[in-house]
Each structure stands twice: as C-alpha cells, then as structure tokens.
T-cell receptor, first 111, second 114 residues
Framework: SQQGEEDPQALSIQEGENATMNCSYKTSINNLQWYRQNSGRGLVHLILIRSNEREKHSGRLRVTLDTSKKSSSLLITASRAADTASYFCATGQVGSEKLVFGKGTKLTVNP | DAGVTQSPTHLIKTRGQQVTLRCSPISGHKSVSWYQQVLGQGPQFIFQYYEKEERGRGNFPDRFSARQFPNYSSELNVNALLLGDSALYLC?????????????FGPGTRLTVL
C-alpha cells in the first residue's frame, strides 16, 4: 500500500515559472523525503526533512512539512526544462522499517 | 565515484520461470534495499539488508527472496514468475542502517514477463 499521495498527478509549466507539488500522508512519520525520477529510470534523492523540522532549502528547492496536517510541499523555483521528471514523496513511518512512496507528480517544464 | 550498479538492464522471461537480479552498492555502503515499481506507480519496498542480515520485508509473497554477500552486493530472486511481476526493479544503498534513511538508487532492471 502507498502512504503518500502527491497532488497534482501532473503539472505543466513554462520555463522560469515556479512549480509546487504537494504530498499528504496518513500515519506518524520520522522523516519525509522527496525524490526525482527521469523517464522511468533510477530515483535521485533531493531532500530529507525530519518530523521536527518545518522548512528546508536546497538550491532552487524548498520543502515544507506540516505534521499537524500530515502534509508536505515541494517548491521548485525558476524551473528549467531539465527539471522535467516525476517527483515522489516518501515517508519514513514511525515503527516501520520501510520507506513508503506515493504515486508521484509528473512535471513537464516547457522551454 | 561509482554509483549503485544493477544488472542486467533489461530482462524478458516467461511465466513460471525464475529470475535473479544483481546489485552492487556504493563503495562503503552496507545497506541494500530492493523496490518494485510498476508502471505509473511509486516504488514499493521489497527487502532491506544491512550487514548481510535481513532488516525489513515488504508485503511480497515468498516467491521473492534476497541475500547480501560479504562484499555487500545483493541478489534478488523471484521464482514462478507471474505476468504481474513485470516491473522496474530498483536497488538502493545507504551508508546508514535504516531503510528510512536517505537512499541512493541504481538505474533499475526492467523485467518483462510474457
């Protein structure tokens, strides 16, 4: 079963615009991670935010976490065509030894 | 530095056959996890091994098994293949012991069962 649900399922924007993706989950977590996947190949780790953190930045990426609403958002600023990919949130659940992924958001950045 | 490597890249099998997928972790990483990703879905956790011991198992039937070798490489075996086993199989390694820590993924093995 999949814990996280990304929203929207698909997003199409123009180069230079910002892209925001959301993730909701159901159970208590230790951390939440975002990964990127290009064309059905391996996933690339983008950022990890712990349950006691509210916001984290990495380059053009900004992640927020609201544990009271069981939700997270990933913001990509000044998007580029190379950002075109599927983005997945993954949760490290309390009391579980497995990372649980959502179904992903497919982002298309048009040049 | 080499990343996580997986072999083969693609594989075609028929129903009922058995398959072995291989993974070499990043040098120095002792944790290896396996995931199955069906088209249009996110990866689903199958197994995690740390220091050659199974640390976690997902909701997969006993047809799926894995092991980790002394050099920390790993194999995933699937017996009695079903059409529904067609998927991208991803291996991930980590320097930390928990499968919920940051994972570094390989390119995957695409398995097609006919």
């Amino acid at each position: 079963s999949q814990q996280g649900e990304e929203d929207p399922q698909a997003l199409s924007i123009q180069e230079g615009e910002n892209a925001t993706m959301n993730c909701s989950y159901k159970t208590s977590i230790n951390n939440l991670q975002w990964y990127r996947q290009n064309s059905g190949r391996g996933l690339v780790h983008l950022i990890l935010i712990r349950s006691n953190e509210r916001e984290k930045h990495s380059g053009r990426l900004r992640v927020t976490l609201d544990t009271s609403k069981k939700s997270s958002s990933l913001l990509i600023t000044a998007s580029r065509a190379a950002d075109t990919a599927s983005y997945f949130c993954a949760t490290g659940q309390v009391g579980s030894e497995k990372l649980v992924f959502g179904k992903g958001t497919k982002l298309t950045v048009n040049p | 530095d080499a990343g996580v490597t997986q072999s083969p890249t693609h594989l075609i099998k028929t129903r009922g056959q058995q398959v072995t997928l291989r993974c070499s972790p990043i040098s120095g990483h002792k944790s290896v996890s396996w995931y199955q990703q069906v088209l249009g879905q996110g990866p689903q956790f199958i197994f995690q091994y740390y220091e050659k011991e199974e640390r976690g198992r997902g909701n997969f039937p006993d047809r799926f098994s894995a092991r980790q070798f002394p050099n920390y490489s790993s194999e995933l075996n699937v017996n009695a293949l079903l059409l529904g086993d067609s998927a991208l199989y991803l291996c991930a390694s980590s320097s930390l012991p928990r499968s919920t820590d940051t994972q570094y993924f390989g390119p995957g093995t695409r398995l097609t069962v006919l």
